[in-house]
């Protein structure tokens, strides 16, 4: 493909918060792979804001513009899909990881464990919009699962460091060992989460909320004293 060849930005040896978006984005609802010569970097989301927002990230820091964008039916919402066919774009997101499957993370890019608060606030606003859910029914929860017990773990390093307290479980699904991150449950934590802006575009997928953006519905707890 023509497009694959363009060439990307110059890429600064400091990396940017904005940049640090993009890799957690590609981590936790991406995909970086080649197929018979074609480099393929995408990202899905059922929030139409948060795949602009990546789609103007991936313009500002590669100069690149997508190679295609989709809209489809998810089981209760739309998602939102987009792609870019780049080698130089591959071959740039693979300094920082060999593997952007879940099934294959290894440990968070070294400059996000080592950069400064925007960076690391960043990454973790990433993880949540993703995968993270908020359960309001019967047990209030807010939590986020992955395979990598590793990743999980510096996951929850990076929440200590922002001053969120949190715990790690694990569980077995269809022969598959999970791991998931969840906050402890406290008006003070639940607090800081909110005002770090950690669910900030997402929006919920499916369930009585589907639509919903879940930083609205955690205002809402947050506000509700008698709830927490």
């Known amino acids: ?82 792609k870019y066919f780049s080698k130089m774009l591959y071959q740039d997101v693979k300094k920082y990881s060999s593997s952007y499957s879940t099934r294959d993370m290894k440990h968070i890019p070294f400059k996000i464990l080592n950069g400064n608060k925007n960076i690391k606030l960043e990454f973790l606003r990433a993880f949540w919009e993703d995968e993270g859910s908020i359960t309001v029914k019967n047990r209030f929860k807010i939590s986020a699962d992955l395979k990598s017990y590793t990743f999980i773990r510096q996951l929850g390093t990076l929440h200590k460091q922002l001053g969120i307290d949190y715990g790690i479980s694990e569980y077995t ?44 519905i955690l205002n809402r707890i947050v506000n509700l004293r008698s709830y927490i």
């Open 1 to 82: 493909m023509l497009s694959s060849l363009k060439a990307i930005k110059k890429q600064s040896v400091n990396l940017s918060p904005q940049k640090a978006r993009i890799l957690g984005h590609l981590f936790f609802d991406g995909s970086v792979f080649v197929s018979d010569y074609h480099y393929t970097i995408s990202y899905i989301n059922s929030s139409e804001k948060l795949v602009r927002q990546f789609i103007s990230d991936v313009g500002r820091i590669y100069g690149l513009y997508p190679s295609s964008f989709e809209i489809g039916n998810g089981s209760c919402i739309s998602f939102f899909r987009v």
């Open 173 to 216: 699904q269809k022969d598959q060992q999970y791991y998931k991150l969840f906050l402890k449950v406290n008006r003070n934590n639940i607090k800081k989460f909110f005002d770090l802006g950690l669910f900030n575009l997402s929006i919920v997928s499916k369930g009585e909320n589907a639509g919903l953006r879940k930083s609205y």
